[in-house]
């Protein structure tokens, strides 16, 4: 079993650039969680999936960010435009249940922003 | 608002000494407290939760809610216990975690 998996694992942009991250959850899990990891701010949620429906969308910073669940076994995180203050890296966790059950977490993608 | 606090950034010591990282939490009803942990070039995992009440990897945390606490405490560090360790809050009728700035060990000699 690959775990979560996340691609790209690096991705270095231009200020204004479209960014998009994906994720794959491990299969059979229901929850889906895209994280923002930054030196300041350590770890933060930004926004979780129940089954592909957005449960909680509170932590995305702003309109120029956005995330998708199309189906159980793909998630999207596109950024439009992006800014170099976006630059962080951004992790998938999945979860077979929401609650106190274990989050899965894919390996990241660092995102640089110039 | 819920919040989690870890005030130490990086905490140092020699293999063999006593570990305690710090989390305290902000939220007035009954929380869920977890310890999550990423070693160097692995993905972040859970570590122990406070409703298990066990130990791992020598790990033990209690739950004080007079000081709405979660300490993670070892009595003797090992080398590789050197990682970054995060403490964690899910509040009632919500399935998100709530995660501290982290607090990375490093674990000397």
């Known amino acids: 079993d690959a775990g979560v998996i996340q691609s790209p694992r690096h991705e270095v942009t231009e200020m204004g650039q479209e960014v998009t991250l994906r994720c794959k959850p491990i299969?059979?899990?229901?929850?889906l969680f895209w994280y923002r990891q930054t030196m300041m701010r350590g770890l933060e949620l930004l926004i979780y999936f129940n089954n592909n429906v957005p449960i909680d969308d509170s932590g995305m910073p702003e309109d120029r960010f956005s995330a998708k669940m199309p189906n159980a076994s793909f998630s999207t995180l596109k950024i439009q435009p992006s800014e170099p203050r976006d630059s962080a890296v951004y992790f998938c966790?999945?979860?077979?249940?929401?609650?106190?059950?274990?989050?899965?977490f894919g390996p990241g993608t660092r995102l640089t922003v110039t | 608002a819920q919040r989690v606090t870890q005030p130490e950034k990086l905490l140092s010591v020699f293999k063999g000494a006593p570990v305690e990282l710090k989390c305290n939490y902000s939220?007035?009803?009954?929380?869920?407290l977890f310890w999550y942990v990423q070693y160097s070039r692995q993905r972040l995992q859970l570590l122990l939760r406070h409703i298990s009440r066990e130990s791992i990897k020598g790990f033990t945390a209690d739950l004080n809610k007079g000081e709405t606490s979660f300490h993670l405490k070892k009595p003797f560090a090992q080398e590789e216990d050197s990682a970054m360790y995060y403490c964690a809050l899910r509040t009632a009728n919500t399935d998100k975690l709530i995660f501290g700035t982290g607090t990375r060990l490093q674990v000397f000699p």
């Open positions: 966790a999945s979860s077979p249940h929401g609650g106190l059950h274990e989050q899965y």
């Open positions: 939220y007035s009803g009954s929380p869920e």
């Open positions: 299969s059979g899990h229901d929850y």
